[in-house]
């Protein structure tokens, strides 16, 4: 059986549970979501604008290798 989590927080990284999970990148979430309030502001953008950043699989400890059959 694997185990995987959501979100890559610190109790994941932890020795003790050594989760794998999928990393949203919560860093470039914060300076994308800044960057886009400073243009708002600053530059008077009134358009939406979609910003897609793309999750990465963090494999640690919780993931067991594949049984064949």
């Given at each position: 059986m694997s185990v995987a989590g959501y979100d890559d927080d610190r109790l994941s990284r932890?020795?003790?549970?050594?989760?794998?999970t999928v990393s949203q990148?919560?860093?470039?979430?914060?300076r994308s979501a800044v960057?886009?309030?400073?243009?708002?502001?600053?530059?008077?953008?009134?358009?939406?604008r979609e910003v897609v950043l793309t999750p990465r699989l963090v494999v640690r400890g919780t993931i067991a290798e594949p049984r064949e059959g």
């Open positions: 932890l020795s003790c549970f050594n989760l794998t990148e919560a860093r470039e979430q914060a960057a886009a309030a400073v243009e708002r502001l600053d530059q008077d953008r009134t358009l939406a």
